[in-house]
Each structure stands twice: as C-alpha cells, then as structure tokens.
C-alpha cells in the first residue's frame, strides 16, 4: 500500500508543478461560478418578480436545463482525457517506464498508484462543487442535502470511472494526443453502446448494460440504484484490470495470444457480474429525497403487496399501428422495461415479455402511403423501411391463437395476466403524455387483484348512453379507451342497468343521467331497494326534466329550482360553478377543492339550481355553487336567438342570487357511509361539453369527474398518486446579495487559484 501511495504522490507533484492541472481547476471554477449565479440569479428574480419558487433544490442544482449538476455532468468528459492522457504516455514516451519496471514495484502497484492520484483529482473537483452546493444549503431554505450529497456522489463515481477509461487508454500509446482522443471515442462509444444490435436479445441486454449513458442521472435525482452504483465499480474494475494485463504484457514481452485470453476472461467476468447484478431480485435501492419522490406512493405499493403470486405483462406490438409502435420496438425494449422499474423494486418477479406482429388495422394513412398493396408486401416494407427482423413478427391470425385482441382494436396494449388467470389490459393514450402514469398502472394493478366498484349507468329510459359518440352521451369519460380519464382506464368496471329487475349486488355507485321518463312502479321500487341497502348514487338532470328528476330526489329533501340559470355575461346560459368553502370538509373530494386555488370553474351549460332541507337524515354539503350572481330564468327558451336575450324579471319569479348547482349527501348507514351526488346540470359531463372549449373560461370538467368517482368508491379508485410537497420554497438572498455573491464566485474565486497557482509554479522554478 506504501508504494502505491508514493507512485501517487509523485504522480501529483507531477500534475501540480505542470500548468494543465491547474488550468483544468481555474476553467472548471470559472464555468461552474457561472452555471451557478446563473441559475440562482434566475429564481432570485422569479422570487422578486412575485412569482412561486418551488423545488429550488431540484431548480438551480438537479434540473435538467439548466441545474448546475447536470450542466456539469455534460461537461465533465472534456476535462477528464486530458489529465489521464499523460498518466502512462508521458512514461513511455520518455522512457522513464523503464525505471518502473526496473524498480521493485509491481505492474498492479504502478496502475494503483496512478488512478491513486486521479481519484484524488477527483476527490479535488468534487469538493470544488461541494463550495457552490454548501452554499445553495445555506440559501435554501429547508434544503433537500441528502439529495445533494447523492448527486455529488454519482458525479464522483461518473469522474473516477472516466478516470480509469483514460488511464487505460494512455497505456496503449506513447502520443498523449492519442491518448486523450482515444479516451473521447472510448466515451462516445459507451454513451452509444446502448443503441447497437438492440434487434438480437441477448446482445441488447450486454450493450444496455455497457452504456454509461443516462447511469449518473438517477444519483442527480437523488436516487441511488445498486445496478447503478455497482455498474461505475465493475467498470472502473474492468479498465484497471485491461490496464494491468496491458502493462504486463509489455514489461514480460507475452504473446498477443496470452494477453488476448486475459482480456477476454476479464470481459466475461465483468459480462457475468453485470448480469447477475442487473436482475430484479438482486437490486437494492434509496430515495435521498425527503418525499420519496423516486418511489411508488405508498397506495401503489399497498396495492402491490396484496399481489400475490407472479404476474407477467406482454406487450403486443402491431407493425401497422406505426403512431404507437415505436413505442416497444426491438431497439427500445430495454428503455420500454425501465418505465416499470419502479414496480419491479418491490415486486422483482413480474416477467415482461414482448409479441409482434402484424394485422389489419384502421388506417388510411396506410391506405394512401402504399397503394395497391397487399399486407403481406406492406409489412414487408415496413419492415425494411424500419430495419427490424421478419422472423420476430407472427404472421395475420397467428396471434389471435394467443389472446384476443379485436376489442382493443389490434393497437398496441399491454395484457396483464396473473398466475391465477386474472387479467385486464393497460393501453395508451391519446394525449401529450401518451403513456400510462402510476395511476392508469396502479389501477390495472388494482383491478386484477382485489374487487373493485362497479359503477351501473341506468338506461330504458332515455337517459344518457355510454355507448354512443354524440354530445350528448357520456362515452367520453365512461370507456373510451384511448382516453385517459375514462372509468376503465383508471381502474374501473362499468355496466347498463335496467331496473326491470334488482340491481346486482356488485354495482357500488349508480348514475341517474337526465332520465326523460318517470319510472315504474316496479323500477322504482328496485331502485328504493338500491338506495336502502347503502349504496351510492349520482343523480344529474336538464331544465327539461327537472319533474322527473325531481320525483328521485325528493326523499332526499332536495330539489331543483324551476327556470335555467342565467347571466349577464357574454354566455348568459353558461353557469360556471366553483367548488365551495365546505368542499374542505369532504377528504376524498381533494382535486375538487384544488380547482378553488387556481380558479377554475365547472362548466354547465342550461343548468338548474338546487334547493335543501335537513329533514330526511343526511348530512348535506353544497360542493359546487355559481361564481357570480345568476337568476332561475323562466321566460326565455331559446338562447342563441338574439331577440330572445335572457333578462331579469322580479315579477315573473325570477331571483337573482348565487345558487348552489352540486350537492353531496351522507348518512351512515351500518359500518359504512352512504354517498349521494347531485348535479344541476347532465350536460357538464357529457361528450360535447367535455370536448369544447370558451374564451376566458377556465373550464376543469373532468377533474369533476375525477374526483366525484373517487369520493364515491370510497377513495379505491383512481388512484390517489399524491406526495407530500416539497418545503425547499424559499431563497435567503436579498435583492442587492447578487451582485456581491456573482463577483465572489466569477471573478474573486478563480482569481485566489490562479494566484496559488502562480505562486507554486514560480517556487517550482526557483528550485
């Protein structure tokens, strides 16, 4: 250990008494004082300005545009080659290898005692950064320094790995030059690796591993992975060990064949421990963030946990859906798996596997790109156009013998299958975000491994469809299913009920939509027998219907007003509600009440007031009321007609105030709690009003449907993905700190090591 120390030590006077080590200091200072007060600068004048500064430890440290973390982790690859192109060049070039090899030091002793002074380099850097990241922890307030000390620890490992690529790379040449542009293609080749060969399995998961791409950028997000971590030390391990064997090689004279066998007994070795290290089981992980913000919510591992057994999930991929197909193509598996790592931490045996093929599919696009074509030459080409392998894709009806997916449109989806046979489809979207969040994941989770509501929608009597595309139907949010927000994307069963007959047990919530006809005496004694028993209920109506559903609601002691709310504004028939005060008081209704802090509205066009007593044993909470004065208008029918223009009219029985339009009733009943809902208006959750849009009118219909359905299923679903907030909110600089605090970092700072710098280099001539 004592000879390594002093091959270090000298190879650090070395590097000191010459310019380029403290050339490398001075610019790297200098660039990092800039990134800093840059980045500071920016949320000290967002703060100024007025404006929230949330996350100010991500923000100026751990941003991807723009933290000081990850700008200098894109930079680190230029200052690294050329401290190592002299470590071994500088000996063979003048000959002083020599004089090691004729000491008593061993080949293993020189390569240590090298990469001795490199981590000690780097050990110098590192601690340069720790100045700017100690003083944002003093400026911070409630700073997140655990997840600092994590990313300074994956930008030491990024260093010291680079560190040990370039010592190897010196070693092969004489030319520094050389040395220093070998190590840039050795690190350009291994931030590309994980791109080459992705169409041939076994080698894709070699190459994925290789890549140091992407591997320091979980430490930057305060998240240590022990395939990461473990991944820098075999590396770092691998070039030593190339770098030792390739020292030996020259001091013994061995045959190239001998030194080739080493080389690849290394290789296998590193290729083996990279495996077993890179499996599920094997991996151990730590969130440094204070929220967990790198972990599944605790919900979702809840959910996990009740999972027993195995679960696998297959990804059919159809070579005609060429919007989505991309998505899991051959050369993407590995970036496709990694979206369900999260899952595979605390549920290490699910097993992903991918199904190609390809088969008839709606697309005009298709149609009009290859004319007179049959499928069979279209795939062809698709295939050649795409570079994928013919043999991976089963051919049309191959895969209908694996599962069925003819409901699904043969688009992309996944089918997740339990060991037990339980199953269910996890799509995407489309939407800006296109693939499924932890919520849509969770809750395909969730729906295969525990009973879920059922939420019946009452038909037979002109109320709305779930089935139809009008605007009038309710098939958007019910079971669309490229629709995120629908109900059977986010965990979700639905059926038509008729009340001809008993409603089933398994039905949980019921929706009454705008129903156009009184029910029987039969129907309406089922439905009493759905309400006694505890279940839950949403009743919406139109101004039309307001007697037939005020004949459902009045055991409820509640009412609607006679007349359509109206207004003076520019849309006189648009009621744009605003949750309430009282929502508070209902937890589960939590987006709801989110809409009151960013002044969003509930739309309803043609809606009708709401009316109460407290008489019929609920408890009763107004959820949703007008933002603005409003008058139950009974005069005028047509709105669109100018000459029919809405107007106030006190003798007519017009009045004027703010009306309640959304009301949420409760009772106990047994061991649980019976949950009724009623809406003034049908309309603001149907297709047509969820699909348009107003000027300056910030309509958020569906987080109404969001958060009514999880309110009534008694908060299983969808899924509640809330973290707590990060506290990290508040800078400590005053507005006239940055003047003083940018001349201390940019120009007082390199200018101190520059004069070290000086003073050492003149004291080393003077000698």
Not at 132 to 139: H, K, L, M, N, S
Request: net charge neutral; charged share 20%; with cysteine.
């Amino acid at each position: 250990m004592r000879k390594i120390y002093e091959v270090a030590k000298a190879e650090l006077q070395t590097l000191f008494y010459s310019p380029i080590a403290w050339l490398i200091i001075i610019v790297f200072i200098f660039q990092v004082s800039l990134l800093f007060t840059s980045a500071l600068e920016l949320r000290v004048t967002q703060m100024l300005l007025g404006y929230r500064t949330p996350m100010l430890t991500q923000a100026i440290f751990a941003n991807p545009s723009g933290g000081l973390l990850f700008e200098v982790q894109n930079y680190l690859y230029l200052y690294i080659p050329l401290l190592t192109m002299g470590l071994m060049s500088r000996e063979l070039s003048s000959g002083s290898i020599n004089l090691l090899y004729s000491s008593p030091i061993t080949n293993t002793q020189i390569i240590l005692g090298k990469y001795l002074s490199m981590v000690v380099y780097a050990s110098l850097l590192i601690c340069i950064i720790g100045i700017y990241v100690g003083f944002g922890c003093c400026v911070i307030e409630n700073v997140e320094w655990r997840w600092l000390l994590t990313a300074l620890l994956g930008l030491y490992l990024l260093i010291c790995t680079y560190a040990a690529i370039g010592l190897f790379m010196s070693s092969l040449t004489s030319y520094q030059v050389v040395a220093a542009i070998g190590t840039l293609v050795i690190l350009t080749a291994l931030n590309y690796v994980k791109v080459m060969w992705q169409d041939i399995e076994f080698v894709r998961d070699i190459t994925y591993w290789f890549s140091i791409s992407g591997r320091s950028v979980s430490f930057l997000y305060g998240f240590i992975g022990s395939e990461d971590l473990i991944y820098f030390l075999i590396v770092i391990l691998l070039f030593l060990s190339l770098t030792i064997v390739r020292l030996q090689a020259c001091r013994q004279k061995a045959r190239w064949i001998h030194s080739m066998s080493k080389y690849l007994l290394i290789f296998s070795i590193t290729i083996i421990l990279g495996y077993i290290t890179s499996r599920p089981v094997m991996k151990c992980y730590y969130d440094a963030t204070t929220t967990k913000a790198n972990t599944l919510t605790p919900n979702s591992q809840d959910v996990i946990a009740k999972m027993e057994g195995g679960l696998t999930i297959t990804t059919y991929v159809n070579l005609f859906d060429e919007t989505n197909h991309p998505i899991a193509f051959p050369r993407f598996v590995n970036n496709d798996m990694a979206r369900f790592s999260h899952y595979l931490r605390f549920k290490p045996e699910i097993k992903l596997k991918y199904v190609y093929y390809y088969d008839s599919i709606y697309s005009p696009s298709l149609e009009y790109r290859f004319p007179n074509m049959s499928m069979q030459q279209r795939a062809e080409r698709l295939m050649e156009l795409h570079k994928v392998n013919s043999r991976l894709f089963l051919k049309p009806g191959e895969v209908d013998k694996l599962v069925d997916l003819s409901s699904e449109g043969k688009t992309f989806v996944r089918e997740l299958v339990r060991d037990n046979g339980e199953r269910t489809f996890l799509r995407i979207y489309n939407d800006f975000e296109k693939l499924p969040s932890e919520a849509e994941i969770t809750a395909a989770f969730k729906r295969i491994t525990m009973r879920l509501p059922i939420v019946g929608f009452l038909s037979g009597h002109g109320e709305r469809s779930i089935k139809e595309d009008d605007n009038r139907s309710y098939s958007a949010f019910v079971n669309y299913k490229t629709f995120r927000p629908a109900l059977i994307n986010q965990g979700f069963d639905v059926a038509e009920v008729i009340l001809d007959k008993p409603i089933p047990d398994d039905i949980k919530i019921l929706v009454i939509a705008d129903p156009q006809q009184e029910l029987t005496e039969n129907e309406r004694r089922n439905l009493d027998q759905y309400i006694e028993r505890g279940d839950n209920l949403v009743i919406a109506t139109e101004p039309k219907r307001r007697d037939v559903a005020n004949s459902l609601i009045e055991r409820f002691g509640v009412k609607f007003v006679p007349g359509i709310l109206a207004n003076s504004g520019e849309y006189s028939n648009l009621t744009q509600s605003r949750p309430t005060a009282d929502i508070k008081n209902i937890d589960n209704l939590y987006q709801l009440a989110g809409l009151r802090y960013f002044g969003s509205v509930i739309s309803m066009p043609d809606a009708v007031g709401l009316e109460y007593t407290l008489d019929k044993g609920f408890n009763v909470t107004e959820i949703l009321a007008t933002d603005t004065l409003a008058w139950n208008e009974l005069q005028t029918t047509d709105f669109m007609n100018e000459d029919q223009r809405a107007t106030l009219d006190n003798g007519s029985g017009e009045i004027q105030k703010k009306y309640v339009t959304g009301l949420a009733l409760t009772r106990k009943m047994g061991e649980k709690e019976q949950k009724i809902t009623i809406l003034g208006d049908a309309d603001c959750i149907a297709n047509g009003e969820l699909s348009t849009s107003r000027r300056g009118v910030r309509a958020s219909n569906f987080t109404l449907i969001q958060s009514l359905f999880f309110w009534l299923s008694d908060g299983e679903v969808p899924i509640d993905v809330r973290r707590p907030a990060f506290t990290d909110n508040n800078l400590l600089v005053e507005e006239g700190d940055m003047g003083l605090i940018t001349m201390s970092f940019q120009w007082l700072f390199p200018c101190l090591i520059l004069i070290l710098a000086m003073v050492i280099w003149l004291r080393r001539r003077g000698r």
